[in-house]
């Protein structure tokens, strides 16, 4: 079992890593084809942070392994909301002045819903897996629309600012694009075949392997850059990137998922146990991010009490292990 747990951490690494230049090169390009500055970081930035999760839950549906995915899928919603604001917010408490993050919030709650009243009879089907791809190409829609709108938003001026940081020239833009976006795919198999490896070694559902060591190793790129991003003081951003990937995950990575490999039987855990957890971190999302006597505010003891949630699930999870 050395070699998929080694596969396991080279692939997170190098996850992580390739995320992070498929992004900047992502965001270059578009930068030098024009496109305004709210849209890249919205549109472009969004979906290449939620990228990992894209990649690795087409390769768990290729190879057969939908419990993976959706595991994956909810696994790093439960992760961006509990592990990476609850760090992020630990460390520079979080203010959330955008409008349009405030706009976002009650979407990531709708879609969220969703998703359980999908999964409800306990199967996904192919069609309702497209009308999830659907609702992300309508959320895409809407995004740039209000990217072009809000121009007065305090987004923007996060946004233009760490843009800038990263700027390079188009060929180099280019060969980092295409740099990272190749080892996304090396590291997501090395990473999925690992962690399908370990799951059977061990007898544990891809499921609870979804659900932990790839949704946390797929999760650890938007930590990364919600950390630099509060340092910054980019608070928007921070936020910003964890509604959009959590949308992101319920609406193109299960969706892509359900498509390419329907999920006909899908565990009773799922609506018992993880969808739950889910919702209750993203209500508190809602509650502690949207403001609603003025800006919305996350505090420490708001980041304790998300991290504590974060570490009660992750032991309800092993427990079930040990039941099993």
């Known amino acids: ?53 894209i990649v690795v839950s087409i390769m768990a549906a290729l190879d057969g392994n939908p419990d993976l995915a959706l595991g994956n899928a909810l696994g790093s919603n439960i992760y961006n909301v509990g592990l990476i604001i609850g760090v992020t917010a630990l460390i520079v408490p979080i203010a959330v002045h955008s409008t349009i993050i405030r706009r976002e919030l009650p979407l990531l709650l709708l879609f969220g819903a969703v998703a359980g009243v999908l999964f409800w009879n306990g199967q996904l089907s192919r069609l309702e897996s497209l009308l999830l791809l659907l609702g992300f190409f309508a959320l895409m829609g809407w995004t740039i629309w209000t990217a072009l709108r809000g121009k007065d938003d305090p987004l923007v001026a996060e946004t233009e600012q760490e843009l800038s940081s990263h700027a390079m020239t188009l060929g180099r833009a280019i060969v980092w694009l295409v740099v990272g976006l190749t080892l996304l795919l090396v590291s997501s198999r090395m990473l999925v075949w690992g962690a399908v490896s370990v ?18 190793g797929t999760s650890l790129p938007e930590l990364a850059s919600s950390i630099a991003a509060v340092r910054k003081g980019e608070h928007d951003i921070a936020m910003g990137n964890v509604v959009g990937s959590c949308m992101f995950n319920l609406l193109a990575v299960v969706g892509i998922a359900g498509v390419i490999a329907p999920m006909e039987a899908l565990s009773a855990d799922i609506m018992l146990r993880d969808w739950p957890v889910m919702m209750a971190m993203v209500v508190s999302l809602f509650v502690m991010g949207y403001g609603f006597r003025g800006e919305g505010r996350i505090n420490r003891i708001e980041a304790s009490a998300l991290l504590l949630g974060l570490v009660a699930y992750n032991g309800w999870l092993v427990n079930a292990v040990l039941m099993a």
């Open 1 to 53: 079992m050395l070699l998929p747990i080694l596969a396991i951490i080279l692939g997170i690494v190098l996850l992580l890593w390739s995320a992070d230049r498929f992004v900047e090169g992502a965001a270059a390009v578009a930068g030098h084809l024009g496109l305004p500055s709210l849209v890249i970081g919205m549109v472009i930035v969004g979906f290449g942070t939620s990228a990992p999760e």
């Open 199 to 216: 799951a059977s070694a061990l007898g544990v559902s891809d499921l609870i392997i979804g659900l932990t060591i790839v949704a946390l």
